[in-house]
């Protein structure tokens, strides 16, 4: 089955620093992913959909420039939070679909990032 | 705006016992109706998934209940064990305008607890 590989699992960063976070297709080509951030407690919220060759499309209120996406592969997409900052420490996730695919959506395992 | 509403936020059962978790969306454009089980600190893994033109789905334990003209699917998971305690996530997908993709929305999530 489609399988999607987020990486690293947690990350600890200090204030002002930059932290990158990858998800990887590993047995499909998608040339769509998304990015989610996840509170306690709450459910998943849509961040951005990440195209591959394209810039992302971001939803309304997520800073751009803070949250940068990168899709430059059919199997590679990466979030950097920029200037990281104690309210971005949160629980992200990536996702994928197929190229092809409409309806079979795969998720990543998360990122638990804390910014001290 | 929510578009799936999800109910209960939290529920516990008995062993053996069944478990119901209702969702209600509002955008008859919908035409994707999965379900998501994530466990903590874990992504979300899907379950089982419904289309529109048919009104139940039965995977092993799992069943979804799906009622077009009330805009209303259900989760039933039958002989629940202490093994199903997680958080569960509805979801209902449609295409996006001018392009070939899709996108997922998510209800709040219901924390189920199945106690031995």
């Known amino acids: 089955g489609a399988v999607v590989s987020q990486h690293p699992s947690w990350v600890i960063c200090k204030s002002g620093t930059s932290v990158k976070i990858e998800c990887r297709s590993l047995?499909?080509?998608?040339?769509?992913m998304f990015w989610y951030r996840q509170f306690p407690k709450q459910s998943l919220m849509l961040m951005a959909t990440?195209?591959?060759?394209?810039?992302?499309?971001?939803e309304q209120g997520v800073e751009k420039d803070k949250f940068l996406i990168n899709h430059a592969s059919l199997t590679l997409s990466t979030l950097t939070v920029t200037s990281a900052h104690p309210e971005d420490s949160s629980f992200y996730i990536c996702?994928?679909?197929?190229?092809?695919?409409?309806?079979?959506?795969?998720f990543g395992s998360g990122t638990r990032l804390t910014v001290v | 705006q929510q578009q799936v509403k999800q109910s209960p936020q939290s529920l516990i059962v008995q062993k053996g016992g069944i478990s119901i978790i209702n969702c209600a969306y509002e955008?008859?454009?919908?035409?994707?109706f999965p379900w998501y089980q994530q466990f903590p600190g874990k992504g979300p893994a899907l379950l089982i998934a419904i289309r529109p033109d048919v009104s139940e789905k039965k995977e092993g334990r799992f069943t979804i209940s799906f009622n077009k003209s009330a805009k209303q699917f259900s989760l039933h998971i039958m002989d629940s064990q202490p093994g199903d305690s997680a958080t569960y996530f509805c979801a209902a997908s449609k295409k996006l305008q001018g392009t070939s993709g899709s996108r997922l929305t998510f209800g709040e999530g219901t924390q189920l607890t199945v106690n031995p």
């Open positions: 047995d499909f080509q998608a040339t769509t």
């Open positions: 990440s195209n591959e060759g394209s810039k992302a499309t971001y």
């Open positions: 996702s994928a679909r197929p190229q092809g695919g409409y309806y079979g959506y795969t």
């Open positions: 955008n008859t454009a919908f035409d994707y």
